[in-house]
């Protein structure tokens, strides 16, 4: 699954924030490509107002 932010963290709570982190996205464009999970959806899930994601 290839995860991108699309939107800034700037004002978000601190959780969706260290969530952001936690899947390796900082800056708006960063993208990822990780394995895909229940675990790791959930933490999609949780911020998916701020990514694009593609399966």
Do not use: W
């Not at 800056?27 to 998916?48: C, F, H, L, W, Y």
């Amino acid at each position: 699954m290839k995860i991108t932010l699309k939107r800034s963290v700037i004002g978000r709570p601190g959780y969706q924030v260290k969530t952001l982190h936690a899947l390796g996205l900082k800056k708006i464009g960063d993208s990822r490509e990780i394995n895909d999970s229940p675990a790791i959806r959930g933490m999609v899930n949780t911020v998916k107002h701020l990514l694009e994601v593609e399966a």
